[in-house]
C-alpha cells in the first residue's frame, strides 16, 4: 500500500503509519514508516504559510487547517494575542501573517516544538509580530503575562479546563476573548463544554460576559469530539 501510494503521488518521499495514540506531555505519537525514506520532519503549507514539522517530536495536526484560519479572521488590528498551546506556530503564524498590526505572544512547554515555531517564524517573515516563548503556560502567565492579552486561544483540549484561571488571569483589565477547547461526548457536547467553561470561569475573579459561539470541530472517537467555545470575558 505505501509503495502504490508513493507511486501515485509522486511528490511524496515517505509514507507513515500511526503506531501509537497522541499521548505524553508534549502530545505526539509514535509512527512506522511503511514506504520510502525513513523521517518524521517534512513541509507543511496552509494557508500561504509554510510549516516545518516534525510528526515525532511536537503535535500537528493539518485537519485543524479550517479552525485556524476561523480564529486567525476573528483577530482586528492592534490586538495582542496569547497563544497558549502554540506547537509549530499554526495558530499565531496565520494571525501574523493576516494581520499588519499585532503582537502574538506563542507559549509552548516542547522545547522542539519552540525550535519549530523560531524556524517557521522565520521562514514566513513574521519575525517583528510574534515572541515565542518556551514555558509552562502558568509560570509564563504569572511572571510575564498578566493582563497582556486581548485574546487567548486554548488549544489543549485534553486539558484546557485547568488553564482557566491562567487564561483569565491573562486577558486584560478591560476584557477580551478565549477560545476555548475541550472534549466531549454525547449526548449535547457543545452544552457540556460551555457548562464546564462557565463553571471554571466562575471560580476566578473574572466574569463570563458572553458566549460568542461555539461548534464542533471534528470527531475524534465514536461519539466523543472536539470542540470549541469562544467567549467574551469581563
Same mark, same amino acid.
Given at each position: 500500500?505505501?509503495?502504490?501510494?508513493?507511486?501515485?503521488?509522486?511528490?511524496?518521499?515517505?509514507?507513515?503509519? @500511526?503506531?501509537?495514540?497522541?499521548?505524553?506531555?508534549? +502530545?505526539?505519537?509514535?509512527?512506522?514508516?511503511?514506504?520510502?525514506?525513513?523521517?518524521?520532519?517534512?513541509? $507543511?503549507?496552509?494557508?500561504?504559510?509554510?510549516? *516545518?514539522?516534525?510528526?515525532? =517530536?511536537?503535535?500537528?495536526?493539518?485537519?485543524?487547517?479550517?479552525?485556524?484560519?476561523?480564529?486567525?479572521?476573528?483577530?482586528?488590528?492592534? /490586538?495582542?494575542?496569547?497563544?497558549?498551546?502554540?506547537?509549530?506556530?499554526?495558530?499565531?503564524?496565520?494571525? %501574523? @501573517?493576516? +494581520?499588519?498590526?499585532? $503582537?502574538?505572544?506563542?507559549?509552548?512547554?516542547?522545547?522542539?516544538? &519552540?525550535?519549530?515555531?523560531? @524556524?517557521? &517564524?522565520?521562514?514566513? +517573515?513574521? /519575525?517583528?509580530?510574534?515572541?515565542?516563548?518556551?514555558?509552562?503556560?502558568? *509560570?509564563?502567565?504569572?511572571? =510575564?503575562? #498578566?493582563?497582556?492579552?486581548?485574546?487567548?486561544?486554548?488549544?489543549?483540549?485534553? @486539558? %484546557?479546563?485547568?488553564?482557566?484561571?491562567?487564561?483569565? /488571569?491573562?486577558?486584560?483589565?478591560?476584557?477580551?476573548? &478565549?477560545?476555548?477547547?475541550?472534549?466531549?461526548? %454525547?449526548?449535547?457536547?457543545? /452544552?457540556?463544554?460551555?457548562? +464546564?467553561?462557565?463553571?471554571?470561569?466562575?471560580?476566578?475573579?473574572? #466574569?463570563?460576559?458572553? &458566549?460568542?459561539?461555539?461548534?464542533?470541530? =471534528?470527531?475524534?472517537?465514536?461519539?466523543?469530539?472536539?470542540?470549541?467555545?469562544?467567549? =467574551?470575558? #469581563?
Amino acid at each position: 500500500m505505501g509503495k502504490a501510494i508513493l507511486t501515485t503521488h509522486r511528490q511524496l518521499s515517505t509514507v507513515l503509519a @500511526k503506531s501509537s495514540a497522541v499521548g505524553g506531555e508534549y +502530545r505526539v505519537r509514535e509512527f512506522e514508516t511503511i514506504a520510502g525514506v525513513d523521517k518524521t520532519k517534512t513541509v $507543511h503549507r496552509e494557508h500561504g504559510c509554510v510549516f *516545518h514539522v516534525d510528526l515525532a =517530536r511536537a503535535y500537528f495536526s493539518p485537519r485543524l487547517s479550517h479552525e485556524h484560519n476561523r480564529v486567525a479572521s476573528f483577530v482586528e488590528e492592534g /490586538e495582542t494575542v496569547l497563544d497558549l498551546f502554540s506547537g509549530v506556530g499554526p495558530f499565531s503564524i496565520l494571525i %501574523a @501573517k493576516k +494581520r499588519r498590526k499585532v $503582537h502574538v505572544y506563542a507559549v509552548d512547554k516542547n522545547p522542539e516544538a &519552540i525550535q519549530l515555531l523560531k @524556524k517557521n &517564524i522565520i521562514v514566513n +517573515r513574521v /519575525e517583528a509580530k510574534i515572541t515565542p516563548i518556551l514555558g509552562e503556560a502558568k *509560570h509564563v502567565i504569572a511572571e =510575564r503575562l #498578566k493582563g497582556s492579552s486581548d485574546r487567548v486561544i486554548m488549544n489543549l483540549p485534553e @486539558k %484546557a479546563i485547568e488553564y482557566v484561571d491562567a487564561a483569565c /488571569e491573562a486577558i486584560k483589565i478591560a476584557g477580551g476573548i &478565549i477560545h476555548y477547547y475541550d472534549f466531549t461526548s %454525547a449526548p449535547e457536547p457543545l /452544552e457540556t463544554a460551555k457548562t +464546564r467553561l462557565a463553571e471554571a470561569v466562575k471560580q476566578t475573579n473574572r #466574569k463570563l460576559d458572553e &458566549i460568542l459561539g461555539s461548534r464542533i470541530v =471534528r470527531g475524534t472517537a465514536p461519539f466523543t469530539w472536539q470542540v470549541v467555545v469562544d467567549v =467574551r470575558i #469581563k
